[in-house]
């Protein structure tokens, strides 16, 4: 099984709809991140949280929502999306045992709003 | 000017050719990151180093923190190391991470 899983791994939607995108992590780390990917803006961090009391946004957290159901899950939500918010999302976590340890991604999702 | 600067932004090389990328940064650091991804996949951690070199198969890795610079390097580059590099330096404490915008390399049979 994959350190990190995100679903769903595509998903096409109207704008307007909400959806929410899911990952899980087997690692046991308390930090998680989401980040988008737009082709020639890089990776960009939307939310993070360093444990489950502990939500913070990122530089582009307008129109997103996060839930930190457990150490291992965490959700993001677009409560209504539009269509600047078509990119690729990804889901990280890493090591707490130390500032910057390594990042383990998720596969991605790539969201399409209509 | 971005924090995190890569060069080149796009690099093609003929299989066998030793490959170097570059990444310099203006914040202080601990660390830097570099990061691989594959056409239409996920995202995979190579390095995180504070100092020196690290060597991973034919990836070697260099930083230079007085001089706020890293090199990534591939020795006899192989099409399937055709992806996406990106390096990225953590912001302040936070553990927030400031991205390059990527070099893209493409190795040709």
């Known amino acids: 099984d994959a350190d990190v899983t995100q679903t769903p791994r595509n998903r096409i939607t109207k704008t307007g709809k909400r959806i929410m995108l899911e990952c899980s992590q087997t690692k046991g780390h308390d930090r998680m991140y989401w980040y988008r990917q737009d082709p020639g803006l890089g990776l960009r961090l939307i939310y993070y949280s360093f444990d489950v009391k502990d939500i913070n946004k990122g530089e582009i957290s307008d129109g997103y929502s996060v839930s930190r159901q457990a150490q291992a899950k965490f959700s993001l939500s677009l409560e209504s999306a539009i269509p600047n918010q078509t990119a690729l999302y990804f889901c990280?976590?890493?090591?707490?045992?130390?500032?910057?340890?390594?990042?383990?991604f998720g596969e991605g999702s790539r969201l399409t709003v209509l | 000017k971005n924090e995190v600067e890569q060069s080149p932004q796009n690099l093609t090389a003929q299989e066998g050719e030793f490959i170097t990328i570059n990444c310099s940064y203006s914040v202080g650091i601990s660390a830097l990151h570099w990061l691989q991804q594959h056409p239409g996949g996920g995202i995979v951690s190579l390095f995180m180093?504070?100092?020196g070199k690290k060597k991973h198969g034919r990836l070697i890795a260099t930083i230079n923190i007085q001089e706020k610079h890293s090199s990534l390097h591939i020795t006899a580059s192989h099409p399937r190391d055709s992806a996406v590099y990106i390096c990225?330096?953590?912001?302040?404490?936070?553990?927030?991470?400031?991205f390059g915008q990527g070099t893209t390399l493409q190795v040709k049979p």
């Open positions: 990225a330096v953590p912001s302040g404490n936070t553990g927030k991470l400031i």
């Open positions: 180093l504070s100092s």
């Open positions: 990280a976590t890493s090591d707490p045992s130390v500032p910057t340890g390594e990042l383990f």
